[in-house]
């Protein structure tokens, strides 16, 4: 593309027979000042407050590049990068004597690469001169308020650093420019683009040193407060909070009810309440209602006598009798037949119940402990659970929430059972790679905790070298929701490239659609996909989407 560059040989002629000087001690300082700041803001108000000190100027900005907004997307969707207004200095010389400082209240604080002549500077990375304005003002957005404020130069400069446009530097001047000072100018959008690159690197530095520290002392506080959850690992938010509330239950003799899905860890749960309680020199006796046949519940729970039924050689105690002042861990409750029921009520109200083919009455002082993964609400509206019953146990509700939901613990669990499995197998500890754990944390884990250590134990038997080897087939995802950029694509066979593509190419469809096309911005398809503005901007026209 030629370049934009406009000079005025007669703007030169008049500055020349005006003879004026401009006074470029203040530029000369501006280069030195500028190498000195750490801060990428500091630097953009150094350089827009100095040139403004200088009499000929009237108004200096500087745009920089950004991921594509919301507002220039709606412009061209193909758009990946657009300039932000970061910095603004200059007054107008009317009655009101308005300021030009403030960069949220200007007409041009953001534009779309390309678009006006700012826009044109930053995609071509050519500069636009014009020694006076008066000779040629059509390029202008609003050629009256340079008549108004008497505006005779611009000067527009990209801001290039090691070949990449990061922005514009514009300034307006009340004099023609002469040569000597768009040189200054040239001089100076160098010098500004290599400072606003070293600030941004030593802000980088420094927030790297800064995380680090955090993490350090997280580190440590993840040391000291694992062996408080004993063998529960894990420090998300979402932990924290159950682990909050079972401090607030487990002193008590209340029911308490875990809710959760298969493989998120239940019972460390209720193991966790047991230890933390006054019972806990007493046994914690486990339950596994999904796996006793219907015929076996009573004797399971209550135990039986000799005699009571075939196969009943010997007097037995049962699991509630076990675990007298102790607590009972219901697990899968929800699995217990309606008619069984109430049978189960009375020894948790009354603390009474008889054996099998006995006629004398038990006492029991258990602390009850129950979990499923049903929603036992629908159960009882659907008859399937007795609403006795439900209240009776959901004393003390408490969610455990699946681990999709905590991805921050995925490296924590990791790296436990990649110990206990080496372990148990005899064999080394293998290395788990940033990538690795990438990848274990862009999964959804439908098998939750259960799940993971399985994998896991896996890739300890398979690898062969120093780093755990995940093996594809192990992730694989239902097929029902949308991929994301950082999510394994589900299939069970091999695809093609070809394939591949097309499957992007319709998930992608499929969630603009779903948003209306929004690209950027809260409930935006970028939000919902789980990338970047400017990466879905980019393979909308890749793909040649378009809304219909």
């Not at 690898?463 to 950082?486: E, K, N, Q």
Request: glycine share 8%; aromatic share 6%; net charge negative.
């Amino acid at each position: 593309m030629p370049s934009i560059v406009v000079k005025h040989h007669l703007g030169f002629k008049i500055a020349n027979s005006l003879r004026y000087k401009p006074k470029l001690d203040p530029l000369k300082d501006l280069l030195l000042d500028m190498a000195k700041e750490r801060s990428c803001d500091s630097v953009l108000r150094l350089i827009v407050e100095r040139l403004t000190r200088t009499p000929q100027v009237a108004l200096c900005r500087i745009w920089l590049s950004r991921p594509v907004c919301e507002e220039c997307a709606e412009y061209d969707p193909s758009q990946t990068e657009c300039l932000h207004l970061v910095a603004s200095s200059g007054r107008s010389t009317l009655e009101d004597r308005k300021s030009w400082d403030n960069v949220e209240r200007s007409d041009f604080r953001r534009f779309p690469m390309g678009y006006r002549k700012v826009g044109e500077i930053a995609a071509t990375g050519n500069p636009l001169e014009v020694a006076d304005v008066r000779e040629n003002n059509t390029w202008m957005a609003k050629p009256e308020w340079a008549d108004r404020e008497g505006i005779r130069g611009f000067g527009g400069q990209p801001l290039i650093y090691k070949g990449n446009v990061l922005g514009v530097l514009a300034v307006f001047t009340r004099m023609p420019l002469e040569e000597e000072w768009l040189t200054w100018l040239r001089m100076i959008a160098d010098h500004a683009a290599a400072a606003i690159a070293n600030s941004r690197a030593f802000e980088e530095i420094e927030q790297l040193r800064e995380q680090l520290e955090l993490e350090n002392t997280f580190l440590r506080q993840e040391i000291s407060e694992s062996h408080d959850f004993g063998a529960i690992i894990g420090q998300s938010p979402a932990l924290r909070q159950t682990m909050q509330q079972i401090e607030l239950v487990a002193p008590t003799d209340a029911s308490v009810l875990i809710l959760g899905e298969s493989g998120t860890g239940k019972e460390l749960l209720a193991r966790e309440i047991h230890q933390r309680s006054a019972r806990c020199e007493s046994p914690l006796i486990k339950v596994n209602c999904a796996s006793i046949p219907r015929e076996l519940f009573e004797s399971e729970f209550f135990g039986h006598v000799r005699g009571a039924f075939t196969g009943a050689v010997r007097d037995r105690a049962g699991r509630f009798e076990a675990a007298n002042n102790g607590t009972i861990f219901l697990d899968e409750v929800g699995e217990i037949p309606i008619e069984l029921q109430g049978k189960l009520l009375r020894v948790l109200q009354e603390g009474e119940f008889e054996r099998v083919g006995e006629e004398s009455t038990r006492s029991v002082d258990v602390r009850v402990v129950a979990a499923t993964n049903r929603d036992l609400k629908a159960e009882v509206e659907a008859g399937r659970f007795r609403e006795d019953l439900y209240f009776r146990l959901n004393v003390f509700p408490l969610e455990f929430a699946p681990l999709r939901d905590r991805k921050e613990d995925i490296p924590l669990l990791a790296a436990h059972f990649i110990q206990s499995a080496a372990q148990r197998l005899g064999r080394p500890a293998p290395r788990l790679s940033e990538a690795a754990l990438g990848r274990l944390q862009s999964y959804s884990w439908p098998g939750n905790v259960r799940e993971l250590q399985n994998v896991i134990e896996r890739g300890v038997i398979t690898s062969t070298g120093d780093t755990l080897r995940i093996d594809g087939f192990t992730l694989t995802t239902p097929t029902t929701h949308l991929v994301t950029g950082a999510e394994p694509v589900a299939n069970d066979g091999i695809m093609t490239e070809d394939e591949l593509v097309d499957l992007q190419k319709k998930n992608l469809k499929a969630a603009l659609d779903r948003t209306g096309w929004k690209i950027y911005g809260p409930g935006g398809t970028a939000e919902l996909l789980g990338i970047r503005p400017t990466t879905l901007a980019s393979r909308i026209k890749k793909f040649g989407l378009s809304r219909s």
